[in-house]
């Protein structure tokens, strides 16, 4: 199979790492990961057997990965800046459109191009986005409470400041340990992606997630800018993923896109059920074959 890696220069400065794979005359895929920070490879090394036949650019976002690194300055570190990035990378590549893939964080990022550039967009295909932060930072404060021996369905005020929820739930409880309550069914599921993981030997630096958070990330709902978004979108959502189930119907339901739950899947559906989430993916590409 075909393989280019590469660092591309997308800004004074930066440069990101890239995997460019498969028949380069084919439908393009450009895949965006979570974080901030953090790394493609997990995502390859999950979905690069139900991608082939397509051309698919697996990207490290600036800072993070195998991206080289970047001061800490939070100015680096905008959704504006990582779109930009995007933006250069598509003509790096001679590309006149291409389909953005999303996980999580990735998931914003794609539906941010999206809005900005329709004509370049074929199509969204977003798996268990993230885009309402003051409602994920309330699902790791009930998290939280559940891994302090409360009860996390209890009927509580809870601040909205996603920043101050983060630091109240953060404050006795480690943040993979809340992450790891909403984002995995089972602990098999948690340690075979953690085996994956671990595999990569990247360990990139944790600056974009702290300057996303300086930025005021954990403030943020997208949610009234989705109404922009014109492209075609699938949104894959494993119906046992508290990070972004049920939120994330919201964006099925604003585009009029496709929804595909996958039940008994967290938040990595192709760990849990990947026959599902292979028939659900087909079922969002089938018009770019």
């Known amino acids: 199979m075909r393989e280019e890696i590469d660092l591309i220069a997308v800004d004074d400065g930066v440069e990101v790492y890239l995997e460019d794979t498969g028949p380069p005359d084919a439908p393009a895929i450009v895949v965006l990961h979570g974080g901030p ?29 195998r991206s080289p690194a970047l001061p800490e300055e939070p100015g680096l570190f905008t959704i504006d ?39 370049t967009t074929e199509q969204l295909v977003l798996i268990n986005p993230w885009t309402n932060f003051p409602w994920l930072a309330r699902q790791l404060y009930r998290a939280s409470l559940a891994l302090r021996g409360m009860d996390e369905n209890a009927d509580l005020e809870i601040p909205e400041d996603g920043t101050r929820l983060l630091q109240e739930a953060f404050a006795t409880v480690e943040p993979k340990a809340a992450f790891d309550r909403l984002l995995f069914p089972s602990p098999h599921s948690r340690m075979e ?26 403030r943020l709902d997208y949610t009234p800018f989705v109404l922009e978004v014109q492209a075609a979108t699938a949104v894959l959502l494993g119906a046992l ?10 964006i099925a339901d604003l585009v009029g896109g496709q929804l595909e739950l996958i039940e008994g899947a967290g938040h990595y559906a192709w760990i849990d059920q990947p026959q599902a989430f292979e028939e659900a993916l087909q079922n969002a590409l089938q018009n770019l074959q």
């Open 37 to 65: 920070g953090g790394s493609s490879y997990t995502l390859r090394e999950g979905l690069e057997e139900y991608l082939e036949g397509f051309r698919v650019i697996y990207l490290d976002q600036r800072g993070g990965g």
């Open 81 to 119: 800046a990582l779109v930009s990035d995007l933006f250069h990378l598509r003509d790096h590549l001679g590309l006149n459109s291409w389909t953005l893939l999303g996980h999580g964080f990735g998931g914003l990022l794609a539906l941010d191009y999206a809005r900005r550039s329709p004509d």
């Open 193 to 218: 992606y953690e085996w994956i993981a671990e595999g990569s030997t990247v360990v990139g630096a944790d600056t974009p997630g702290r300057m996303f958070v300086l930025n005021g990330l954990w």
């Open 241 to 250: 993923d508290a990070s972004s189930y049920p939120e994330a119907q919201t």
